[in-house]
């Protein structure tokens, strides 16, 4: 009997004992696979399929544009573009006019919603004496933008996993490593994040650099 009880008492040690490595061995396979997911999520971020459609709905693009004019009253053509921008709900970012000894020059820098670009380089034209010069450039982000939104999805979800596993974790040693590595991906999505707003801003809202002189 008491044999059997001494057998009995070793095998529910050894299964608890057992139970304690596999719960430990769970817990560094949660995390290799943690890490194995940022790296099968990021490459991923340029589907063909999804950047082919996003191109062909809703390109995004940043416009510039630089006019250079000669006005006949400076106050005027400055009040002038002013209440063109005001009235698109544009805004004048500078504003600075320079005296030379035969004329007075005055440039300004117009940011303006994107869908109003074309209009108002045709207006300013229309309003000059006589255009000096008239660029305009675009150039095409949408696939940088389709890659920043999915990068910052796939960082987002990693960042989910680790807290999930943060709220599991025991040893201090393991509660430390999640916690560093919270640090880097919260780094890194704010990096994205950063970017991303970048984009959005320049690409809702076109920039035009306008100088205008007055002989005198």
């Known amino acids: 009997m008491k044999h059997f009880l001494l057998l009995a008492a070793m095998t529910i040690m050894i299964g608890v004992t057992a139970c304690k490595n596999q719960n430990a061995e769970s817990m560094k396979v949660d995390l290799n696979d943690l890490v194995l997911e940022e790296e099968v999520n990021v490459p991923r971020t340029a589907e063909p399929d999804k950047s082919e459609e996003v191109f062909q709905n809703a390109r995004k693009l940043i416009k510039t544009g630089t006019l250079t004019f000669e006005s006949e009253d400076l106050p005027v053509s400055a009040k002038f573009i002013k209440?063109?921008?005001?009235?698109?709900?544009?805004?004048?970012?500078?504003?600075?006019t320079t005296a030379y000894h035969h004329r007075t020059d005055q440039t300004m820098t117009l940011r303006i919603p994107s869908v109003k670009f074309d209009t108002?380089?045709?207006?300013?034209?229309?309003?000059?004496?006589?255009?000096?010069?008239?660029?305009?450039?675009?150039?095409?982000?949408?696939?940088?933008?389709?890659?920043?939104?999915?990068?910052?999805?796939?960082?987002?979800?990693?960042?989910?996993?680790?807290?999930?596993?943060?709220?599991?974790?025991?040893?201090?040693?393991?509660?430390?490593?999640?916690?560093?590595?919270?640090?880097?991906?919260?780094?890194?999505?704010?990096?994205?994040?950063?970017?991303?707003?970048?984009?959005?801003?320049?690409?809702?809202?076109?920039?035009?650099?306008?100088?205008?002189?007055?002989?005198?």
């Open 120 to 216: 108002i380089m045709d207006q300013i034209t229309l309003h000059a004496i006589k255009t000096e010069s008239k660029n305009m450039s675009v150039q095409d982000v949408s696939e940088e933008f389709v890659d920043v939104e999915a990068r910052l999805t796939a960082k987002k979800e990693i960042e989910k996993r680790y807290i999930q596993i943060l709220s599991k974790a025991v040893k201090v040693d393991d509660i430390l490593k999640i916690e560093s590595e919270l640090g880097s991906i919260r780094t890194e999505i704010e990096s994205i994040e950063g970017r991303l707003k970048y984009l959005q801003n320049q690409t809702s809202m076109s920039t035009i650099h306008v100088t205008f002189y007055q002989t005198k």
């Open 83 to 96: 209440k063109l921008v005001a009235d698109i709900n544009g805004y004048v970012s500078s504003d600075q």
